[in-house]
């Protein structure tokens, strides 16, 4: 009795299109991780006085601050200022890498 293919499991085309269809979507997250490297998002707080600047990949690469939000006497408000612009360009990153990444980035197989 022959049963064919791998171990009795059919042919050997399914795999062979498996393993293409594989290799297809491995290239396309490739490219959107490099897309994601090379894009630039930026957050901001106060008013766009503090900005902050990182790449897709959450990479930083800027920090801007507007010398007027500067108070020598209130080292703490520009700290919280700071971290309110990191965390809205961390937010358009997320944004971006779900939009270039789909539901495969979120889940961590990538």
Known sequence: M???????F???NNMQQLMKQ????????QEAQKQLAESEVT?????????????????PVSVSINPEVVDPEDV?????TL???LSD???QADEL???LLGPLGATGLI
């Open 2 to 8: 022959a049963y064919g293919g791998y171990g009795g």
């Open 10 to 12: 059919g042919g050997g």
């Open 22 to 29: 594989a290799q297809a979507m491995q290239r396309k997250m």
């Open 43 to 59: 957050g901001s707080a106060a008013g766009g006085m503090v900005q902050v600047t990182i790449t897709g990949d959450k990479t």
């Open 76 to 80: 703490e408000m520009l700290e919280d």
């Open 83 to 85: 971290l309110a612009a």
């Open 89 to 91: 360009a961390v937010k």
């Open 97 to 99: 890498s779900e939009k």
